[in-house]
């Protein structure tokens, strides 16, 4: 159980170095990278996917244009 704790901070703590990424970083693709290592970490149903899935689509819309 204890293990588990761990694991689920560590993946919580990838969306905030994403975040970070996304606020200080021009070129956004770090960003974009720790998004998606998040969701492949924990899945769609985790507590921050939804906010993780909607900041790659605004990243993508963004890196379009």
């Excluded at 693709?29 to 985790?46: F, H, I, P, T």
């Amino acid at each position: 159980k204890e293990a588990r704790v761990k694991q689920e901070a560590v993946n919580e703590i990838l969306v905030e170095i994403a975040t970070t990424y996304e606020e200080s970083d021009t070129n956004k693709k770090l960003a974009l990278n720790y998004y998606q290592k998040y969701l492949q970490e924990v899945g769609d149903k985790a507590e921050n996917a939804e906010f993780a899935q909607e900041r790659i689509r605004m990243i993508n819309q963004i890196r379009k244009k």
